[in-house]
């Protein structure tokens, strides 16, 4: 019981990271960090229990499972918690995260249209948003209601824009299901015949001549 | 329409020769062949007459009227002939046209396959002249009034490269025509054995080395002119450069299997159609205005004649393609899957999904308003995302790649070739984050650490190829070794020259992985204002403005010190062109190649413009790292393509087991 309420916090801390990782705010990471530590407690918890109880075996073998996951957790932090970004660091992430709108195609920080109405007034907006203190999903949400879905500069990981997404790594995929098929095929193949008089000596023969081959030519 | 009524008849006396073989469809077949040859001469005088007409600045024209005036330099009065719609066209008419002249000049190679190229490429010839008669006219007349000046050429394109961008671009784009043409030729006439392919390779090699080059001006263009401190904005219009780019890689690469192992006709056959129709869809999505995109030089409705056109290309290709797939059969069987025919399949999967996913990312906007009924943006972050990781892993292959035997590759063989490019990338890696690149900080870091990873490892295997290949000459032939590994690249072109065209991808990608430590600052400067950035101290020493008959411009006068010593002095510049009413800015470019040679970085500075309370400029400067690199690699990717097309030394000889089919091997099959 205690164990798959560890799991899920582990799949829930792991859900959230990723997140983070590409929002990068701070005061989750700091949340993250949090979690990290009742999750180490919680974990010592079932460990003095399992310890005490009379299922030796089971015991270690748990023990050893939360182990592991403290060692994933502390890499986890290790790897993902750096410095928090700063509001200008925010201001140039949300800002490559939207398009200007006056019709250049450029994403909003780079817009260097001279006097381009659109990029200024929007920066202004944005840099107003965040001294409010607005969190990224906020502010993103106003841009949206003003300016219209297009002013995000990827599609969102809701509902068809989901299919963006998706469709480039199933193709991947069932790409390379094919290629390992079409290879196996290859391999599968019956050896074509060859002309009369010629002929192809046992395997382990074969490749010595290869290797005799290379080696001579080594080009 | 002259020209129009000659490559009709070149495509009609053509198609109805190569159903006979006597005397008479032989001279029919001539005659055609000479009506080619004539339509060349047409369209050349044609464009001449244009080119003429932007010079004599006859604004009765309404084509010279909207994209030339009077004070435009005389080099960009050429460039007019490209800068519109429908002198594009004309110029796209051109090269075809040159190219089937060439190609009817050399008939005597192979008459029965030149005749069915001929054939293919007088249709696509038909449907280019049909939009300039009747649905792009470039000789159009300006209605009312004859305008005394003209609108004036964009001033976007008022600049040196793109003087030769887009013809590089379009002899890319049309080159592909060529190959097109002799795979569907060789398809439909069971063209038998791989002698299409040995006729095409030196074409497509040319196309594809013209379509680099227009590719990589087009991001130099976008560099050195747009003013936004980046070279790929994953704009429409370049997306659409960078798809025929990739399946037609795919093409040089997977033809070698063609060639040597006699395997993947079909595909070949679909990559070689899959590039053309891409070329063409380029042509589409940037002349029709569909998707919205900052190339919007010209836009009209002959999208529809495009889609009409790409529907029965492909329909054509489709149709003989699976009619004759028994024709395409492949004879020969691999032993082990570490092989390079494995590394050639996986290299073209890989190529293909990042074009596919340039190909979803441009189309998806219009799929989601069909579905949702709004439009969606699919801007860098979506291609960023996706398609670096799969270029990471095409790098990993282009490093590994040349490593592999045919047939079979032993593990004893890998390693001894791996070691020292593997120990060689590592040491990369370390060595970045020994510097204070920190993977874990940011998934870019992490892109740019496997990227420089994965560049270094490309880089080591080729020197190691040669070094491997030059001390084998050396030791047999007595030269030193470097003399040796001439020798080598002389003995091996096509394949030392693939090296050569490697080790120039590997310096675009370090050049582009530069990109996460970009710096920016923007300030409003007084005379006597600095900025800092990275290792510079900008000083803004003076700002003033001229005047001439083209332009009116202002520009600022920045001293660049660096460690206290002053290193250069820039002036970015804001232009304001009378004819068009259009402004452009002009930044200005200092790569420190004598300070930091291998880490060399691009200060570029840009004038946003003038605070018109205090009169003052606004400068934004950036730091782009390794940006020069990008050029370098392409200038080495280019040499490495010529000397590929160089004949080499000592023919070097291909044997391929040849199929009999015999009682005791029928049932066998293939």
């Not at chain 1, 995929?173 to 094919?178: P, R, Y």
């Not at chain 2, 005597?108 to 002249?129: E, G």
């Not at chain 2, 040196?160 to 671009?169: A, D, R, T, Y």
């Not at chain 2, 045919?406 to 970045?432: D, Q, Y």
Request: proline share 5%; charged share 15%.
């Amino acid at each position: 019981m205690k164990l798959s309420l560890k799991s899920k916090e582990l799949g829930f801390w792991v859900a959230e990271r990723f997140q983070m990782a590409q929002r990068s705010q701070m005061v989750q990471r700091f949340q993250m960090v949090q979690r990290f530590w009742v999750a180490q407690r919680l974990s010592a918890a079932i460990k003095d229990r399992v310890e005490s109880s009379a299922l030796a075996a089971e015991g270690r073998r748990r023990t050893q499972l939360r182990t592991l996951q403290a060692l994933l957790l502390t890499a986890a932090v290790f790897l993902f918690v750096g410095a928090a970004p700063s509001p200008e660091a925010r201001f140039h992430d949300l800002g490559h995260r939207m398009m200007c709108t006056c019709g250049c195609g450029q994403v909003l920080l780079e817009c260097n249209h001279v006097g381009c109405q659109s990029s200024e007034k929007m920066r202004n907006q944005l840099q107003a948003a965040l001294d409010k203190g607005d969190n990224d999903d906020l502010i993103l949400q106003g841009f949206v209601q003003e300016y219209g879905p297009t002013v995000i500069a990827a599609p969102t990981a809701t509902g068809f824009n989901r299919v963006a997404w998706i469709m480039p790594f199933l193709v991947l995929a069932l790409g390379i299901a094919f290629a390992v098929h079409t290879v196996r095929s290859w391999k599968n193949r019956p050896v074509p015949a060859l002309a009369d008089g010629i002929a192809i000596p046992p395997g382990h023969a074969l490749d010595e001549f290869r290797a005799r081959a290379r080696k001579e030519t080594d080009l | 329409m002259l020209a129009l009524g000659l490559s009709i008849y070149s495509f009609g006396a053509g198609l109805l020769s190569l159903f006979g073989r006597d005397a008479a469809h032989a001279r029919l077949g001539e005659t055609a062949r000479r009506a080619g040859i004539a339509t060349f001469i047409i369209v050349l005088l044609a464009a001449f007459i244009l080119v003429a007409a932007a010079f004599n600045d006859d604004f009765s024209i309404a084509y010279i009227y909207h994209h030339s005036n009077r004070d435009l330099p005389v080099a960009y009065k050429f460039a007019v002939l490209w800068s519109g719609q429908e002198g594009s066209l004309l110029f796209w008419s051109l090269l075809l046209a040159g190219y089937g002249f060439v190609l009817r000049l050399r008939y005597k190679t192979d008459q029965r396959l030149f005749a069915y190229a001929s054939v293919i490429i007088a249709a696509v010839q038909v449907f280019f002249l049909l939009i300039l008669n009747f649905a792009a006219h470039p000789f159009a007349l300006e209605q009312g009034m004859l305008p005394p000046d003209g609108a004036g050429l964009n001033p976007l394109l008022q600049y040196p490269e793109m003087v030769i961008h887009p013809p590089m671009l379009y002899l890319g784009y049309v080159g592909f025509t060529i190959p097109f043409a002799f795979a569907l030729g060789a398809l439909i006439m069971h063209y038998p054995g791989e002698k299409w392919i040995h006729i095409t390779r030196r074409w497509t090699m040319v196309t594809w080395c013209f379509l680099t080059i227009g590719v990589f001006l087009g991001a130099h263009w976008a560099y050195a002119v747009l003013g936004w401190g980046g070279y790929w904005g994953w704009d429409p219009v370049e997306n659409a450069s960078l798809m025929p780019w990739l399946t037609g890689t795919a093409f040089l690469h997977s033809v070698m299997m063609q060639e040597k192992r006699g395997m993947l006709k079909v595909w070949n056959m679909a990559l070689v159609f899959a590039t053309f129709l891409l070329s063409m869809l380029g042509t589409f999505l940037t002349r029709s205005g569909v998707i919205s995109s900052v190339h919007a030089f010209a836009q009209s409705s002959i999208g529809t004649w495009f889609i009409v056109f790409i529907a029965i290309t492909t329909a054509v290709c489709v149709f003989f393609l699976v009619k004759n797939l028994p024709y395409l059969k492949s004879e020969h069987k691999l032993e082990s899957l570490v092989s390079r025919e494995s590394s050639f399949l996986f290299n073209n999967l890989l190529l293909l999904v990042v074009c596919f996913t340039i190909l979803w990312g441009t189309f998806f906007p219009i799929i989601s308003e069909w579905v949702q009924g709004h439009k969606v943006t699919v801007g860098p972050p979506f291609f960023n995302r996706v398609a670096v990781p799969v270029a990471l892993l095409l790098l990993l292959l282009t490093a590994v790649g040349p490593l592999l035997a045919w047939r079979k590759t032993s593990i004893e063989s890998l390693k001894r070739n791996f070691l020292f490019p593997a120990i060689g990338s590592v040491a990369v890696g370390l060595m970045m984050v020994l510097f204070g690149v920190k993977p874990w900080e940011d998934p870019s870091y992490f892109y740019a650490v496997m990227a420089a990873i994965l560049s270094a490892l490309v880089m080591f295997t080729v020197i190691s190829e040669f070094v491997r290949g030059g001390r084998v000459i050396a030791g047999k032939s007595g030269q030193n070794i470097f003399a040796a590994m001439l020798h080598l690249c002389r003995r091996n072109t096509r394949r030392y020259g693939g090296y050569i065209v490697h080790f120039g991808v590997a310096l675009v990608i370090i050049g582009i992985l530069g990109t996460p430590f970009n710096k920016e600052v923007e300030k409003e400067m007084a005379y006597g204002d600095k900025i800092n950035i990275g290792p510079y101290t900008l000083v803004c020493q003076s700002y003033t403005q001229d005047d001439n008959p083209n332009y009116a411009n202002e520009w600022a006068i920045i001293n660049v010190f660096r460690g206290g010593k002053q290193v250069t002095t820039m002036y970015p510049e804001r232009r304001f062109y009378k004819a068009s009413g259009q402004p452009q800015t002009l930044p200005r470019i200092y790569p420190s190649f004598r300070q930091d040679l291998f880490l060399v970085t691009d200060l570029y500075l840009v004038y946003e413009g003038k605070n018109d309370t205090t009169g003052r400029p606004i400068i934004k400067a950036h730091l782009n790292p390794l940006v020069p690199w990008i050029w370098i690699g392409l200038i080495i990717m280019v040499f490495g393509t010529v000397v590929a097309l160089v004949p080499s030394t000592v023919p070097v000889p291909v044997t391929l087991a040849v199929p009999v089919r015999t009682e005791a091997h029928a049932g066998a099959g293939d």
